[in-house]
């Protein structure tokens, strides 16, 4: 398993700000992932972020709105620019363990937008 | 593209009673994995139980097992003497082999009632 931390834990933006979230590891993963969960919804993802590569967006997400770093194998952020009362969710980063084909998340961080 | 159903958006149990939770998948893929997890008022999503598409046996873990029909497509858990701390959002998960993007269901909102 894993441990993962996410900062902020939660945090309310104005409209039109960007705000980044940082997302921790306690051991070296190669596949990280980024979701965000609507509220009452499921949970969509992002994007996934390999180190020592650019970042794959899914359909519906661009790296303008939602630029992501992965500088090392523990830790990754996710910027969500110009936001709008629509970007108010939960973010969440994961992480995918190869051996058991496992992805273990982090507490999330909520997101309010006014 | 692969798509997670789940059918019962809100259920409850009393405590020590058992429960299903439902999960049907599409996919053309014949290798692949899934998970349910459990997501508490918290939001720390937390993996219960894992299940390899080629094991033909039902995975299990202390209170909780699936029953997983492979050709029917479909992925339930049922958990076992319920206990206030199920009270959670669980959620069906799939996951191809050849990759490590999960595919979330919409989810479904347990309630264990005391």
């Known amino acids: 398993s894993a441990v993962i931390s996410q900062k902020p834990s939660r945090d309310i933006c104005q409209r039109g700000t960007s705000l980044t979230i940082q997302c921790q590891v306690d051991s070296q993963v190669t596949m990280m992932f980024w979701y965000r969960q609507q509220p009452g919804q499921s949970l969509t993802l992002i994007a996934t972020a390999n180190q020592g590569s650019e970042a794959t967006y899914e359909s519906g997400f661009v790296i303008d709105k939602f630029p992501i770093s992965r500088p090392n194998l523990t830790f990754s952020t996710l910027t969500v620019s110009n936001m709008s009362p629509e970007d108010s969710s939960i973010y969440l980063c994961s992480v995918g363990v190869t051996a058991s084909y496992e992805q273990y998340f982090g507490p999330g961080t909520r997101l309010t937008v006014t | 593209a692969q798509t997670v159903t789940q059918s019962q958006p809100e259920m409850s149990v009393q405590e020590a009673e058992t429960v299903t939770l439902s999960c049907t998948y599409d996919t053309s893929e014949n290798n692949y994995y899934l998970f349910w997890y459990k997501q508490p008022p918290s939001r720390q999503m937390i993996l219960v139980i894992r299940?390899?598409?080629?094991?033909?046996q039902n995975a299990t873990e202390n209170r909780f097992s699936v029953n997983f029909q492979k050709a029917a497509k479909s992925f339930s858990l049922k958990i076992s003497d319920s206990q206030l701390g199920d009270t959670a959002m669980y959620f069906c998960a799939f996951m191809k082999d050849t990759g490590n993007q999960f595919y979330f269901g919409t989810g479904t909102s347990l309630t264990v009632i005391p």
């Open positions: 299940q390899e598409a080629y094991k033909q």
